[in-house]
């Protein structure tokens, strides 16, 4: 896999995303899910960095980070790529690489970038037509926004504190569904 050559800067967020090779499924099966959550946790130590919110896809995925360190590209998503390419590789008895290239970290450069990217990922499973609700969706940290599940993955403190409420959350997304998706359209995996 070859190295990113630009630096994270630490204390920023980035926005953290891949897709399989010839946008092809990257998850075959729940055990492939649970398995790239597993290793997530694994890898996603609090000293290294903190995941604000993530979306898995069936062929791609998205991680809104908080960085805390320069080289988490060699601490992080270089050992999570081997080890989920390697896993994937052995189960299904295949060779070669299993994501289209080297992974891609967008530097969140503003509050409002920030929300945004938070709503484009939450909705999504929504917007690929996988579910009709946003909670529907197993493999995203939604549901442990809003209280359906207490999952310890995501540390989504600094979107949440800007609502009043849950709630107020929930309406955000909403309007993001009710077409106010021009904001988070250049958020996508097209190039």
Not at 12 to 26: A, W
Not at 114 to 143: C, D, M
């Amino acid at each position: 896999m070859p190295t990113r050559t630009t630096p994270f800067i630490p204390e920023h967020y980035y926005h953290i995303y891949n897709r399989g090779v010839n946008r092809q499924p990257i998850f075959l099966g729940e055990d492939n899910w649970l398995f790239f959550i597993k290793r997530l946790r694994e890898y996603f130590q609090k000293e290294i960095a903190e995941i604000v919110a993530y979306c898995l896809m069936p062929n791609h995925f998205h991680v809104l980070a908080l960085i805390k360190t320069d080289d988490f590209s060699a601490r992080v998503m270089q050992p999570l790529g081997v080890s989920y390419t390697k896993a994937i590789n052995k189960q299904q008895n295949r060779v070669g690489p299993l994501f289209q290239g080297p992974f891609r970290a967008v530097l969140v450069d503003s509050n409002d970038y920030l929300l945004q990217l938070s709503r484009y990922i939450h909705l999504n499973p929504t917007a690929a037509g996988l579910v009709k609700q946003p909670e529907e969706w197993l493999f995203s940290s939604y549901r442990d926004i809003i209280g359906m599940r207490n999952g310890t993955l995501a540390h989504p403190q600094i979107i949440l504190e800007q609502f009043g409420s849950v709630i107020e959350y929930q309406k955000f997304l909403e309007e993001g569904r009710n077409g106010n998706i021009d904001k988070i359209a250049h958020l996508t995996l097209e190039d």
